[in-house]
């Protein structure tokens, strides 16, 4: 596209002011520096106006959303109660497009996108992470323990990533990310108070 610019500027009569502006932009494609025009910002920034924070809340909410996921999976085959499968099918459709586009964003901006066998790395890091450990607990648990378990463990995963989410409104810099993450917190908030609820009438053995 910058390609393109260059072209269009050549006219002699703009040859001058031409390769003073874009001198200016030019000498820094993809790069945030500098004060890039409104048409250009438009143009460009969806993809490439990123910083640290952004990838980092990419890298780490992609596992972060597996494992809610794979939690997801556990609950339609092992819920005994339809309110429970019902918000896990929920939170399947919700958060596999939205890994989808968070490895699209990484993959713009060439960086590594995490595969769910390097989940485990560093999922310490992560808040509301499930241990190897607990999720094999939870496999072990039985009708309507598994429901109440599967809740109590998915509020406090619900809680990491809006911790993350509101981290990544405060330091993120690309705008697709920041509205995902306030997406994330409005969702994410929304199923804490329902599952929160439904606590309250899953019977305790």
Not at 64 to 91: F, R, S
Not at 121 to 141: C, F, K
Request: charged share 20%.
């Amino acid at each position: 596209m910058r390609h393109h610019l260059w072209k269009t500027a050549a006219p002699t009569t703009l040859i001058v002011l031409g390769s003073l502006t874009l001198t200016a932009c030019g000498s820094m494609p993809g790069m945030s520096h500098g004060a890039p025009s409104d048409s250009e910002t438009t143009s460009t920034a969806p993809a490439r106006d990123f910083n640290d924070a952004d990838v980092t809340f990419a890298t780490q909410m992609i596992p972060h959303h597996q494992q809610a996921v794979q939690m997801a999976h556990m609950a339609g085959y092992m819920a005994t109660t339809a309110e429970v499968k019902k918000l896990a099918t929920a939170i399947k459709a919700a958060q596999d497009p939205e890994i989808k586009a968070l490895s699209s964003w990484l993959t713009s901006w060439g960086k590594p996108v995490p595969t769910p066998s390097h989940g485990d790395h560093g999922s310490h890091e992560m808040p509301g992470m499930m241990t190897e450990d607990e999720l094999s607990e939870l496999g072990d648990a039985k009708g309507s323990m598994f429901d109440r378990m599967w809740t109590q463990m998915m509020i406090e995963h619900h809680k990491g990533a809006v911790t993350m989410a509101k981290s990544e409104q405060t330091n993120g810099k690309n705008a697709e990310a920041i509205a995902l993450a306030k997406k994330i917190e409005t969702d994410q908030n929304r199923e804490i108070a329902t599952m929160q609820r439904l606590l309250g009438r899953l019977p305790i053995g």
